[in-house]
């Protein structure tokens, strides 16, 4: 645990999540929590976190308008694929996607029972931690979704997010090296893992690219992720 000012901050892999969290910040990077903020700055209304392929597939059918998405390589019944750099040039104005990714699905899943669970990337960054701010969390488990809770990319953006939410002022560069330098980032740009843009690093790379936060809420049965907008208060520059 680390004591940021107000704010107590844990730092979990999924595995090590023994209890219910009041507020969880699940993190991925690289790249489901940055391709979902690109969904909704494609015009998605909302994401169904899915908890299996299968759910995904049967989601799909059942609404067949909805946008099936998973990681890896394109599969038969998915409309697309994990990449920030691919979904850019699709228009989902008003539509649903259904997302199922090795880690960033799965992590928010692990917490769904939480008050209050937010999922981020390092382009909802600064979203992320004015909501923080806002709600005044005194108590937050950051989600390291990557790499049995191990990934730098993942665990970078946490500690930047949690620094930013208690001092406004932190530098985010240290932060980008360490994610950029990943091993995800190695493994997207040498094409070790599949579904991937050229531009997909640097897409996950760009801080504080969306003006909103993303929240996800239990839509019984169903878990889902929906963009929210903090507006700045003006004391906010004082903490
Ligand atoms: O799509 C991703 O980058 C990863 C899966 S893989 O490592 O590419 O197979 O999924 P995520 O849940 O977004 O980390
Ligand atoms: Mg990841």
Same mark, same amino acid.
């Given at each position: 645990m680390r004591d940021h000012d107000w704010m107590k901050a844990r730092f979990l892999g999924i595995t090590e999540l023994s209890q219910t969290p009041p507020v969880a910040v699940v993190v991925d990077v690289m790249r489901a929590f940055t391709v979902a903020a690109w969904a909704f700055a494609q %015009? &998605?209304?909302?994401?169904?976190? +899915?908890?299996?392929?299968?759910? *995904?597939?049967?989601?799909?059918a059942r609404h067949p308008d909805w946008v099936a998405l998973k990681d890896g390589p394109p599969a038969p019944?998915?409309?697309?694929?994990?990449?920030?750099?691919?979904?850019?040039?699709?228009?989902?104005?008003g539509r649903t996607v259904v997302q199922k990714t090795t880690a960033?699905?799965? %992590? &928010?899943?692990?917490?769904?029972? +939480?008050?209050?669970?937010?999922? *981020?990337?390092?382009?909802v960054a600064e979203a992320t931690a004015r909501l923080l701010r806002t709600r005044e969390c005194d108590s937050v488990?950051?989600?390291?979704?990557?790499?049995?809770?191990?990934?730098?990319?993942?665990?970078?953006?946490?500690?930047?997010?949690?620094?930013?939410a208690t001092e406004p002022g932190t530098d &985010?560069?240290?932060f980008l090296r360490r994610a950029g330098e990943s091993r995800a980032a190695a493994?997207?740009?040498?094409?070790?893992?599949?579904?991937?843009?050229?531009?997909?690093?640097?897409?996950c790379l760009e801080l504080d690219r969306f003006p909103f936060?993303?929240?996800a809420t239990q839509?019984?049965?169903?878990?889902v992720l929906r963009p929210c907008t903090v507006p700045a208060l003006t004391d906010q520059a004082s903490i």
């Open positions: %015009g &998605a209304e909302k994401i169904v976190l +899915a908890e299996s392929l299968d759910e *995904a597939l049967t989601l799909k019944g998915f409309d697309t694929v994990n990449s920030p750099g691919l979904l850019r040039s699709v228009d989902l104005g960033g699905t799965v %992590g &928010a899943l692990a917490v769904k029972e +939480a008050p209050l669970v937010l999922c *981020a990337g390092f382009v488990t950051f989600v390291i979704t990557g790499e049995d809770g191990h990934a730098d990319e993942d665990l970078a953006c946490a500690q930047y997010i949690a620094r930013r &985010a560069a240290e493994e997207l740009r040498e094409g070790v893992r599949q579904g991937v843009h050229p531009d997909d690093v640097a897409l936060a993303m929240v839509e019984d049965p169903l878990m």
